[in-house]
């Protein structure tokens, strides 16, 4: 009976563990450009990136909030940026990597295949590529501390 509760308490010890794992990419990120914020969560057990912070929130011409004007689909032209979610279905792999997401960038209006590498707590590096990992581009994301 005890070895059975020791080997129950092991299991659960190490799918915490993994889920505390898993979840070190919860938080507010800055991408390498600073030209947004992204605040990643963990939802049913895959991560997802919102866009929660602009740094010209607003069109210049309009004075309006900046919509998803390089959208390839007419209907998301006119959706806002600022709360857009940008990263999605990161799924944990373990050894601080998540895979199989995409990445959109609404700079182009292209979704890309992704992979998140965490290199320490406060620092992602953030690949999207077509096809290929090969053929991609990273960029170096920071965590930022919210109050």
Known sequence: MKRLIAIIAFLFTGTFA???DADA???VWEPGNGKARVKIDNIDGKYYGRIVWLKEPNDPETGKPK????NSDESMKNVPLRGYRMLKDFEYKGKGVWEEGTIYDPETGNTYSSVITM????TLDIRGYVGVKTFGRSDTWRRLKVN
């Open 67 to 70: 919509t998803d004007v390089n």
């Open 119 to 122: 290199k320490d707590e406060n």
């Open 25 to 27: 990419i919860v938080g």
């Open 18 to 20: 993994m889920a505390q």
